[in-house]
């Protein structure tokens, strides 16, 4: 048995002092040594809790206005990339990936820890990249987020580049320019593999977002499929009046 | 808004308490905060978005519970929203108490 408190105190500190935190802990045998790796993140490029949520209903709304019918896990990535830079650029806070320059363009493995989020919690097919029953439920559920003004300039860019190939997007993206944390954009293609793009915009210089901040708990509740079908289970309970009384609660 | 509320709590929230019954730092941050409620469910809460009628109270360790205010519920018009079968029962100084659980669990599945 591992005791994970005794990791190592500089790690701690680090974190205490605001210069990032423990984002992964790997455990492994070394000459019958056991070690520990740790991996720091860096704060600026971690997303909230809230942030993740709203790129994972965004994620949805995506694969449902999807038309061309060659939606894969790539093209899904370059749409979010069009879309968070694109919007970024008119102060439009949308999705909040951390993306750097990779093989075959702009990457973030975050897109893949939250499709794979998204399959546990029975919201996406991960083979088909479609939405289930309860995906296309929850997205009409939230429907009153897709009324801001904000989601039209979100649909107009997926519908005009969604209609593109895989092999199209990827050219077009290669071919712009992305913001850099330091110096000038550059064009993606001139990027070194592994930089990371400044391409989203902060809270503060948002002159409007996508998602409001009190919708936050209620997506929480949406798309964790345990806290959704327990509140469900609560309404139907009320509605079929099965109560308890003041004395025999609990 | 009354001094004092008066709650009922639907089947599921009670079945939910139980099983926190072994968790007593849970189980007691949850009555407490409901005594709380009884005497401002204003106070520290919040309306749900998208959940019309219901509100959320978080409390400690990062749990959050779902209820709804009759007051409430009848002057903003969330009657069919909770669509509570006993609602002429209810006086408007009662709070609903409809569920209790963690919170931020979205992520969780995949660290299994």
Not at chain 1, 3 to 29: F, M
Not at chain 1, 45 to 56: F, I, K, M, Q, S
Not at chain 1, 127 to 151: H, M, N, P, W, Y
Not at chain 2, 7 to 24: G, L, P, Q, S
Request: glycine share 4%; hydrophobic share 35%; charged share 35%.
């Amino acid at each position: 048995m591992i005791n994970i408190e005794k990791i190592d105190e500089k790690y701690v500190i680090a974190a205490r002092e605001g210069k990032g935190y423990i984002s992964t802990i790997r455990l492994y045998l070394k000459s019958s040594d056991l070690r520990m790796e740790v991996t720091m993140a860096d704060p600026k490029r971690v997303r909230g809790y809230t942030e993740a949520l709203t790129d994972n209903i965004l994620l949805m709304h995506i694969i449902s206005k999807a038309r061309r019918g060659d939606l894969g896990t790539t093209k899904l990535a370059k749409l979010v990339y069009l879309i968070e830079c694109k919007l970024a650029k008119d102060k439009i806070k949308t999705f909040n990936y951390h993306f750097k320059r990779d093989n075959f363009g702009p990457f973030t493995k975050e897109i893949y820890e939250d499709l794979e989020a998204l399959e546990e919690n029975d919201l996406i097919v991960p083979e088909t990249l479609k939405l289930t029953e309860r995906g296309k439920d929850i997205l009409k559920q939230c429907s009153e987020l897709f009324e801001s003004d904000v989601a039209p300039k979100i649909d107009g860019i997926i519908e005009r580049y969604d209609k593109l190939s895989l092999d199209e997007i990827k050219k077009l993206i290669y071919n712009s320019k992305a913001p850099l944390e330091f110096g000038a954009p550059k064009k993606i293609k001139n990027i070194p593999l592994g930089t990371d793009l400044k391409i989203g915009i902060s809270e503060k210089d948002a002159k409007a977002k996508f998602m409001p901040d009190w919708w936050g708990e209620t997506l929480d509740i949406y798309l964790d499929d345990e806290s959704c079908a327990s509140l469900n289970e609560a309404m139907r309970d009320a509605r079929e009046g099965r109560f308890c009384t003041l004395n025999g609660a609990f | 808004m009354y001094d004092y509320y008066d709650y009922r709590a639907v089947a599921h929230f009670d079945k939910k308490m139980k099983t926190f019954k072994k968790n007593k730092f849970v189980f007691n941050n949850i009555l407490k905060a409901i005594e709380k409620l009884r005497t401002n469910p204003y106070y520290n809460s919040e309306q749900l978005s998208g959940k019309k009628g219901k509100r959320k109270h978080d409390l400690r360790p990062n749990y959050r519970l779902i209820f709804a205010i009759c007051e409430e519920c009848r002057n903003l018009n969330f009657i069919r929203n909770n669509g509570c079968s006993n609602c002429e029962e209810n006086d408007d100084n009662t709070l609903v108490l409809f569920d209790v659980g963690p919170r931020e669990n979205f992520y969780n599945k995949l660290n299994m």
